[in-house]
């Protein structure tokens, strides 16, 4: 037996339902930003496996090129979001989500 494309697929999915369950449960601001990375993750799985198996006789890179473009992406979004984690804490004394209201009016 020979892992397939529906393994990868399977696999995707189930780390993007993962990483949905913590985004939406959680109310620690790192952890739901740790989700939303394992979310990118399973993109990146779910691409990659794409691009190796839709034409098994071409080497098609596509898939791996976005994979490098959503990994910059997170790392921007982590360095920015992890900042501004910090920044609320430091004024706030917490990383709760539920208490972080510094839009409201």
């Known amino acids: 037996m020979s892992i397939g494309l529906e393994h ?3 696999l995707s999915s189930i780390l993007f339902c993962i990483g949905l369950y913590g985004a939406l449960a959680k109310r ?3 952890m739901i930003l ?3 990375e394992i979310m990118l993750n399973a993109v990146n799985i779910a691409l990659v496996s794409f691009s190796r198996y839709i034409i098994p006789q071409v080497v098609v890179l596509t ?3 976005f994979v490098i473009f ?13 900042a501004i ?10 990383v709760d989500a539920g208490e972080i209201d510094l839009m409201k009016w």
């Open 70 to 82: 959503i990994m910059v992406a997170a790392a921007a979004e982590v360095a920015v979001g992890l």
């Open 8 to 10: 990868y697929l399977a």
């Open 63 to 65: 898939g791996q090129v």
């Open 85 to 94: 984690i910090l920044a609320i804490y430091r004024q706030r004394e917490t």
């Open 28 to 30: 620690n601001a790192v």
């Open 34 to 36: 740790m989700s939303i």
